[in-house]
């Protein structure tokens, strides 16, 4: 058995069965336009489990994900400090290739973006430029991926068509396939339902909850119930601070932290 | 709180406003259209377009302009398309290289919109001067070399605003996809094709309406433009010289020239709107 890397909440010690850390982060500090937005985030995101981040709005839980894929090194005037090490290898040591890093891990993000090209070539664009050129293979990967996501039935008579044409469900069914065709290790979820009709947001969370045995999984949520349907953990952020961390159950049903009680009971939003 | 009677007047008032700016702009454009048909139909011939000036032409006797429409059409083509493939390159990196809001990409697009609204004549002048240096007389070349120059600024400004309005989104998807900048400059350069022939467009129709940049640089001949380092007749000079003739028939000639140049330009926007409107079949 591995034994897990302490974690800095209370409920540390109790997180049994034991599960190696895909993403271990550790004195992350974030600032951006001078401001504090993460102070001191230290945590281990188990492999293959969902883990969902709540909190308040303007709490840091989207700067977190961003985090993740270095996708905040567009932004002006951030700064990072701390380390984040996916697989052990630290993503912002100097030198870190950022293509290879964003490339490991497929970003759902809050609203469907389809690439300006067909349903096909959404789901090619990944695998093409990383170098799969036979047609064969990419035809292969795109239909896998659309079953992956049961969208294969629906679309697969119009290929060629707009990937704009589909509705948004299917737009963010269709981008969850675009990210997974580069076989990624890790899944971000930015409120990736949060522009979606319940049906459609049921039919991701079930996607989720069954690509979880491949991936590891982080969500941006606002949504408690969603929380409590998918994930496996919570990590529950306050004021850019981890308020707690644990298995979904006992933040949810046990919190320890007066911040967390209120927010699972609604009393602050 | 206002008297919704005061609020409404307001509102026909504003609208009054916007009808009349219409108006205004619709009529002008009848009025230069209707004169342009008006003088120049009668003087308009296949002659005109077929040949170039034969003798006597500029005393009202046979010959046409073909010299000049064909120079116009070689000088707008090639400096179009140059300033395009200059052009390009530097928005992108403006834009996915260079970080937003940075020093330098403040100053670049200061610098585009100083450029932008430099007189043409300027950069004749500057043209001119600097062809007198590397000993290049007026020629097809020179004009190119000056109208390049002019378009450039026409085709960042255009497109960069265009890049503007894409979405973050589109460059967080293709990032996280592995792609490099390069890859998703690509992407971006697709979202936006079909506004791009928009801007070719623009600089098109700059370059061939343009007269002070080519009147330094460019010269002017009564032959057919064969090399590109000889005198090339241009459009909008012919109409310049034959409208300071004194021979009627020779001014009639001129207005026919400017109806074969908005002819020119109208067929030009259309094909851009066809061409357009067929890239827009992915879009967002």
Known sequence: MFPYPSLETEKAQDLSPIILPKIQIKNLNVQVEGKQILKNISLDIPNNSITSIIGPSGCGKTTLLKTLNRLL??????EVSGSVLVNNEDIYAPGAEVTHIRKKMGLLSQKPFPLPMSIFDNIAYGPKIHGIRDKKALKQIVEQQLINVGLWEEVKDRLDASATRLSIGQQQRLCLARGLAVAPEI??????????DPISTQTIENLLIELKEDYTIVLVTHILRQARRVSDYILFLYNGEIAEFGRTEDVLLNPQNEITKQYVKGYIS | MRNIKARLIEEKIAKGFMQLSGIIITGSLFFIVGTILYKGLPYLSWEMISQTPQGGFYMGKEGGILNAILGSLYLASASTFLATLIGIPIVLYLNVY??????????????FDVLFGIPSIVYGAIAFSLMVYLGIRASLLGGIITITLLTIPIIVRTLDELIDTIPTDLRHVTSSLGATRWETAKVMLKYIKPGLFTAILLAFGRAIGDVAGVLLTTGFSDNLPKYIDEPTATLPLAIFFQLSSPIPEVQGRAYASALLLTFLILVIVLCSHILASKQKKHKI
């Not at chain 1, 090194?73 to 951030?78: A, F, I, T």
């Not at chain 2, 260079?98 to 610098?111: D, E, F, N, Q, T």
């Open chain 1, 73 to 78: 090194d567009d932004q002006k005037e951030v």
């Open chain 2, 98 to 111: 260079v970080k937003k809001g940075s020093l330098l990409a403040r100053s670049a697009k200061l610098l």
């Open chain 1, 187 to 196: 899944i971000l979820g930015d409120e990736s339902t949060s522009a979606l």
